[in-house]
């Protein structure tokens, strides 16, 4: 099975949770998904068709992450430490792991994902691998090896590269590919070469020279090509490819910059990789394409400015091409398993006009157009789906057909107003992925009238107080809602009604008015008459008496009963008032001269109230007799520290004061 190496990246931090996932800008497919990865570094990764799992190592952590295909970590394998290179057997019944640290390779079993067997390999310590007809070939820092467990024993081979001089500080990588047979392909540094591995040990064919910076090795299917992960193409960055007759360089797939890994499916469709902030992460070629069928843009999911990235070489195709699978790398060291879905197909844009405005029960035309890199042909089906008030789910018309160049257009004769969606939508094919578009236009209602009773009105603190509202003409919608909202940021907006109005049309609800209050009734609309809504504010007075108190009598001096003091005894009084934090009372003091009421000096004036909504004033004795007093309080919209009720006066309490 196929599988390639993956160069070591340390995290700085480990998070758990998932992220999400962004396609480039030809849209995202619809089963892509990304999970997050408890790892602190990623080594190498393979995918295993046969269970639909993908094997991760970690080796700053020592493990190995099991997930399935969709990210959800299904096993984790401890005690490795700086666990690097996987392969798995043809089969899919066997995963073996370069166990760096510990200098050997050890056999899981992948059904039960349990260590079965392990193999020491003495001071060598092994960083990649390869599985090539059965035989397990494993690199070290300048050479590689190979350990074959057919026999009763397992049998060692050491310092395989030849007259070969590895020494690049990415270590050696390897490749091969279950298609061609007893060929191994090595390179280090500036050097490349492919070995004839069909007898016991490593024979050379040939060798030359690759980029420096190279970090990932593949061979294609057909045994034609080696891919590396940088070259250099005719212009700029890309994948380098060398002929395997005689590493003499050809086109290669150019790449923005930075290239970092290489794959190719078992068809022969080649992944590569960039580490790039600001431009597509993997891409996809068909063989000998030089223009990616498909790109995908990893998302931004750390603090950076530019987008996560691709891991050094941490690409992997699932074995029937249907998936790729990509780890990601944010600037807080947060590693992310992306699964990439239809690689190997293109990705259709489906654009959709509709007119902005239309006419209710009127034809209208919708136009499109549906592109790709590859022309689909003339006459390519698209469903249509319309959704409106009367078809919230969604009603499918008449499938319509693409023109030469890939337009289309037909028309329709909305049956309900408002907003109405049209949606356009291409299945796929063989070689082109799923795609739709949509666009709304906003088709025209009818008026309807909606009234409110009582507005303005002012009632006493804690009437209860009918509101109704009236609805007029409409389609099927008869439901009215009918909202309270009291004066102040800590009452909220409530509902206090919802329903169906009678056959008058009205719906009512009872509000206790114990603040000013607005009042609203809200018609949502339907299919052919417009939502509605309106409001009535009404007020509420607050609840205030006063009290007096020291007085020696009560009598009448005229039309008004008097509270009796001695001149100079001082009158107390207190003022009982609906409590609101911050509320203060306004007390009004007047005297009678010369038969008219005067206000005294500093009259009016405001006194806060207690938590109790209390408020006592001692208003001094008068000193002389013969006195006539009045006194009143208030609450002063506004001037009484707040605006929830509306002003309210307690009436006239009449003093005198005798000898």
Known sequence: ?????????????????????????????????????????????????????????????????????????????????????????????????????????????????????????????????????????????????????????????????????????????????????????AGNGGDLAVYDVTADGATLRTKGSMDTSVQQLDLTPDGKHVLTSWGAPATGYGIGEYSTTDLSK????????????????????????????????????????????????????????GSDTLVAGALAWAPDESRVFAVSENNLGVFTLRTLTDPTKELPTLKVSAPTTADRAKKLTVTGKLTSRTLLPEGTSLTVTRTDLDSPNGKVLAAVKTKADGSFSFTDTPPAGGKVTYKVSFAGDATHAAASGSDSVEVSRNATTLSLNNNGKVYSYSADVKFTAHLGTT??????????????????????????????????????????????????????????????????????????????????????????????????????????PGRKQRLELEVYYAGQWYEVDGSPAYFALGTSGKSAVNLGAAGESGIKARVRAAYINGSSGDTVNTSTYTGWKYIYFSN
Not at 276 to 290: I, K, N
């Open 1 to 185: 099975m196929r599988r390639r190496s993956i160069s070591t990246a340390t995290a700085l931090a480990v998070l758990f949770g998932s992220a999400a996932l962004a396609v480039g800008t030809a849209g995202p497919a619809a089963a892509d998904s990304a999970k997050i990865l408890s790892v602190k570094s990623v080594g190498d990764m393979v995918v295993d068709g046969v269970h639909q799992r993908v094997y991760i190592s970690d080796p700053t952590s020592g493990k190995i992450l099991v997930t399935d295909y969709s990210g959800t970590l299904r096993a984790t394998l401890a005690n490795e430490p700086g666990v690097t290179g996987l392969a798995l057997s043809a089969d899919s019944g066997t995963l073996y792991a370069a166990v760096r640290n510990d200098q050997r390779i050890v056999a899981i079993d992948t059904q039960t994902v349990t260590p079965t067997t392990s193999y020491p390999l003495g001071t060598t310590a092994p960083s990649d691998l390869e599985i090539v007809d059965g035989r397990i070939w494993f690199s070290t820092a300048t050479d590689f090896g190979s350990l074959d467990i057919s026999g009763a024993e397992p049998v060692i081979h050491l310092a395989q590269r030849g007259d070969v001089d590895f020494s690049g500080s990415y270590g050696t990588f390897l490749a091969s590919d279950p298609a061609v047979p007893g060929v191994l392909v």
């Open 475 to 580: 389609y099927k919608n008869r439901k009215v809602e009918i909202w309270a909202n009291p004066f102040g940021s800590d009452k909220p907006n409530k509902l206090i009604k919802s329903g169906t109005v009678n056959s008058s049309g009205n719906i009512s609800a009872w509000v206790d008015m114990t603040r000013d209050t607005d009042v609203t009734a809200v018609f949502k609309g339907d299919a052919r008459y417009k939502p509605k809504t309106v409001k009535s504010t009404a007020y509420a007075k607050v609840k205030v008496s006063t009290a007096i108190t020291k007085h020696y009598k009560t009598a009448k001096i005229g039309s008004h009963t008097y509270y009796w003091f001695h001149k100079n005894t001082d009158p107390i009084v207190t003022t009982t008032m609906t409590y609101y």
């Open 250 to 305: 050809e086109t290669g797939y150019p790449i923005d910059a930075y290239p970092n890994a290489v794959r190719v499916a078992p068809d022969g469709t080649v992944a590569g990789g960039s580490d790039s902030w600001y431009e597509p992460d993997v891409h996809v070629y068909r063989p000998g394409d030089q223009k990616p069928v498909r790109e995908y843009d990893f998302p931004n999911t750390g603090t950076s400015s």
